[in-house]
C-alpha cells in the first residue's frame, strides 16, 4: 500500500543520508526542511522523499493526500510518561494551590503513594483500558513513539499487573512502545522502617519475574531527596543489568541527588527531569555518548518548580531531549506540542531546538534513532500534518492550538481533526 503527500509547504526534520544519533549543542539550531515537497511511504515505511517537480508516479490504487500550504513533520518521540494509572489527584492540585509542597504531600501519604493505593485496588482490564484512551489521545496530538512506566504499583502483583497491561498495549498499536520498570519510584509506607527489605523484593522478586514474562525493556529509579539514595541506586541498576534491562533514572528533580553522575556511570540510556543540576553535572554528561539529558517542563510548570536550565546545557554542547512526563500527579498531560511551547517560553530554548528534542533526540532516548524521530528514507512512516502555517516557530508560539491536522503511523491514517 502506497501513501503519497504532495505539495508540502514544509517537510520539516529531513535527513538525506544515514539517519543521526543524536543532535547536540550548537547543531540543535540547524533544522533540515525542504519546501513544495512529496513524501512517498508503502508498507510502513519512508520509501522517499523530495521537492515536487521530483515527484515519481505511484500505482492507480495508490492513495494521495493534498498538503498544499501545509508541513508534515514526523511524529513526536515521547521517552517519558507514566499512561497506566489509576484515577486522578486533583486534590494534591488544590492543595498545592493552597501552599502545600510536592514533599509535604508525598510525606503525608499522597503523590506516588495516593497513586499505588488506586491502582492496586483497580482491576488490569480497567487499567488498560484507561492507558488505551490515554495512548489515543496523544497519538491525536502526534505522538508515534513512548516510553511507558511502571511504578504506581509498588507491589509484586500490582507491578506486574502495570507492566502487563503495557505489554498488552503493545498488541493493539502502531504507535511504538517501550517499557520500563520503576518499582524503585517510592518506598512503600509498610516498608518505611525497613528500606532494604523492599529494594529486596525488587531484585529478588520483581526483577526475576519481569525477565521471565519479558515485560520490560528498561529499569527506572528516582534518585532524589525523600526517595532512593544513590548507593540504592546503585544497588538496583546493577541488578536490573543482570537481568537484561537497561538503566534509566528520574534524576535532579527536587535537588542535586548525585543521580546524574550515577546514571553515567551505569550508562543510563537518559536521565531525566533535571531541574536542579549545575555545571559538575553538565560537565559529567558532557563525558558521555550515550546518555541523554531528558527534559521535562510541563512538571515544573505544574508544580511550578524551577525549569531546567537547557540554555545553559545546550550552549555547553549537549543533546537534550523534551518529553511530556504525563502522569497523575505532577503532569497531567501528554500533549507534546504544549511541550515545546514551554521549552521556547521557559527554558529558552529555539523553536528547532525544540524540534530536535522531541523528535529524533526523543528517539534516541528510547534507542529508536534508527527507526523514528525524522524524514528518512527507510524509517517508520509516522507522520503528521499541520494545517496551514506560516512558519515552524508558530507550532510552539500558538500554544492553546491544537494545529495537527492529520497523523499517520505506519503509513496509515488513523487520526484526522476538522480542517480549518
Same mark, same amino acid.
Request: proline share 5%; hydrophobic share 40%.
Given at each position: 500500500?502506497?501513501?503519497?503527500?504532495?505539495?508540502?509547504?514544509? =517537510?520539516?526534520?529531513?535527513?538525506?543520508?544515514?539517519?543521526?544519533?543524536?543532535?547536540?549543542?550548537?547543531?540543535?539550531?540547524?533544522?533540515?526542511?525542504?519546501? #513544495?515537497?512529496?513524501?512517498?511511504?508503502?508498507?510502513?515505511?519512508?520509501?522517499?522523499?523530495?521537492?515536487?517537480?521530483?515527484?515519481?508516479?505511484?500505482?492507480? %490504487?495508490?492513495?494521495?493526500?493534498?498538503?498544499?500550504?501545509?508541513?508534515?513533520?514526523?511524529?513526536?518521540?515521547?521517552?517519558?510518561?507514566?499512561?497506566?494509572?489509576?484515577?486522578?489527584?486533583?486534590?494534591?492540585?488544590?492543595?498545592?494551590?493552597?501552599?502545600?509542597?510536592?514533599?509535604? !504531600?508525598?510525606?503525608?501519604?499522597?503523590?506516588?503513594?495516593?497513586?499505588?493505593?488506586?491502582?492496586?485496588?483497580?482491576?488490569?482490564?480497567?487499567?488498560?483500558? @484507561?492507558?488505551?484512551?490515554?495512548?489515543?489521545?496523544?497519538?491525536?496530538?502526534?505522538?508515534?513513539?513512548?516510553?511507558?512506566?511502571?511504578?504506581?504499583?509498588?507491589? /509484586?502483583?500490582?507491578?506486574?499487573?502495570?507492566?502487563?497491561?503495557?505489554?498488552?498495549?503493545?498488541?493493539?498499536?502502531?504507535?511504538?512502545?517501550?517499557?520500563? /520498570?520503576?518499582?524503585?519510584?517510592?518506598?512503600? =509506607?509498610?516498608?518505611?522502617?525497613? +528500606?532494604?527489605?523492599?529494594?529486596?523484593? !525488587?531484585?529478588?522478586?520483581?526483577?526475576?519475574?519481569?525477565?521471565?514474562?519479558? =515485560?520490560?525493556?528498561?529499569?527506572?529509579?528516582?534518585?532524589?531527596?525523600?526517595?532512593?539514595?544513590?548507593?540504592?541506586?546503585?544497588?538496583?541498576?546493577?541488578?536490573?543489568?543482570?537481568?537484561?534491562?537497561?538503566?534509566?533514572?528520574?534524576? #535532579?528533580?527536587?535537588?542535586?541527588?548525585?543521580?546524574?553522575?550515577?546514571?553515567?556511570? +551505569?550508562?543510563?540510556? @537518559?536521565?531525566?527531569?533535571?531541574?536542579?543540576?549545575?555545571?559538575?553535572?553538565?560537565?559529567?554528561?558532557?563525558?558521555?555518548?550515550?546518555?541523554?539529558?531528558?527534559?521535562?517542563?510541563?512538571?515544573?510548570?505544574?508544580?511550578?518548580?524551577?525549569?531546567?536550565?537547557?540554555?545553559?546545557?545546550?550552549?555547553?554542547?549537549?543533546?537534550?531531549?523534551?518529553?511530556?512526563?504525563?502522569?497523575?500527579?505532577?503532569?497531567?498531560?501528554? +500533549?507534546?506540542?504544549?511541550?515545546? %511551547?514551554?521549552?521556547?517560553?521557559?527554558?529558552?530554548?529555539?523553536?528547532?531546538?525544540?524540534?530536535?528534542?522531541?523528535?529524533? #533526540?526523543?528517539?534516541?532516548?528510547?534507542?529508536?534513532?534508527?527507526?523514528?524521530?525524522?524524514?528518512? +528514507?527507510?524509517?517508520?512512516?509516522?507522520?503528521?500534518?499541520?494545517?496551514?502555517?506560516?512558519?515552524?516557530? /508558530?507550532?510552539?508560539?500558538?500554544?492553546?492550538?491544537?494545529?495537527?491536522?492529520?497523523?499517520?503511523?505506519?503509513?496509515?491514517?488513523?487520526?484526522?481533526?476538522?480542517?480549518?
Amino acid at each position: 500500500m502506497q501513501l503519497l503527500i504532495k505539495n508540502i509547504a514544509t =517537510l520539516v526534520q529531513v535527513e538525506q543520508g544515514p539517519p543521526a544519533l543524536r543532535i547536540a549543542g550548537k547543531n540543535m539550531q540547524q533544522l533540515p526542511v525542504l519546501e #513544495n515537497a512529496f513524501l512517498l511511504m508503502e508498507s510502513g515505511r519512508i520509501t522517499d522523499f523530495g521537492p515536487m517537480d521530483e515527484c515519481p508516479s505511484v500505482s492507480e %490504487s495508490a492513495s494521495m493526500i493534498d498538503a498544499k500550504g501545509k508541513m508534515v513533520f514526523p511524529c513526536w518521540c515521547d521517552s517519558h510518561t507514566h499512561l497506566v494509572y489509576a484515577g486522578s489527584r486533583e486534590q494534591e492540585f488544590v492543595y498545592r494551590i493552597k501552599g502545600m509542597t510536592y514533599e509535604e !504531600i508525598a510525606r503525608q501519604g499522597g503523590g506516588i503513594l495516593n497513586s499505588a493505593r488506586l491502582l492496586q485496588q483497580t482491576p488490569e482490564e480497567e487499567l488498560y483500558n @484507561s492507558a488505551m484512551e490515554r495512548l489515543a489521545e496523544i497519538t491525536r496530538y502526534g505522538t508515534g513513539a513512548v516510553e511507558i512506566k511502571s511504578g504506581y504499583g509498588l507491589s /509484586f502483583d500490582s507491578e506486574l499487573k502495570m507492566l502487563r497491561v503495557i505489554k498488552e498495549m503493545k498488541k493493539h498499536t502502531d504507535v511504538e512502545i517501550k517499557a520500563t /520498570f520503576l518499582g524503585a519510584h517510592a518506598i512503600p =509506607l509498610q516498608y518505611k522502617a525497613n +528500606r532494604q527489605a523492599y529494594i529486596a523484593e !525488587i531484585i529478588q522478586r520483581m526483577l526475576p519475574a519481569i525477565a521471565l514474562e519479558g =515485560l520490560a525493556d528498561y529499569i527506572d529509579v528516582f534518585c532524589d531527596t525523600g526517595f532512593y539514595t544513590v548507593a540504592e541506586t546503585e544497588q538496583i541498576l546493577e541488578a536490573g543489568g543482570l537481568f537484561g534491562l537497561k538503566p534509566k533514572i528520574h534524576a #535532579n528533580e527536587l535537588a542535586v541527588s548525585g543521580g546524574v553522575q550515577v546514571g553515567v556511570q +551505569r550508562g543510563a540510556i @537518559s536521565v531525566d527531569h533535571l531541574e536542579q543540576i549545575g555545571q559538575a553535572e553538565i560537565d559529567c554528561l558532557l563525558g558521555s555518548p550515550i546518555t541523554m539529558p531528558t527534559l521535562l517542563p510541563g512538571t515544573a510548570f505544574f508544580l511550578n518548580i524551577p525549569y531546567a536550565p537547557a540554555r545553559q546545557m545546550i550552549d555547553a554542547g549537549l543533546p537534550v531531549c523534551l518529553a511530556s512526563d504525563y502522569n497523575p500527579g505532577s503532569t497531567p498531560s501528554g +500533549r507534546m506540542s504544549f511541550v515545546l %511551547s514551554l521549552a521556547c517560553l521557559k527554558l529558552q530554548m529555539l523553536p528547532e531546538e525544540a524540534i530536535h528534542a522531541a523528535t529524533i #533526540n526523543g528517539a534516541c532516548a528510547m534507542e529508536l534513532q534508527q527507526t523514528h524521530g525524522s524524514i528518512c +528514507r527507510g524509517k517508520v512512516a509516522n507522520v503528521f500534518i499541520t494545517k496551514p502555517m506560516p512558519s515552524v516557530a /508558530f507550532l510552539p508560539y500558538a500554544f492553546g492550538s491544537n494545529l495537527i491536522e492529520t497523523v499517520i503511523l505506519k503509513g496509515k491514517v488513523v487520526e484526522t481533526t476538522a480542517k480549518g
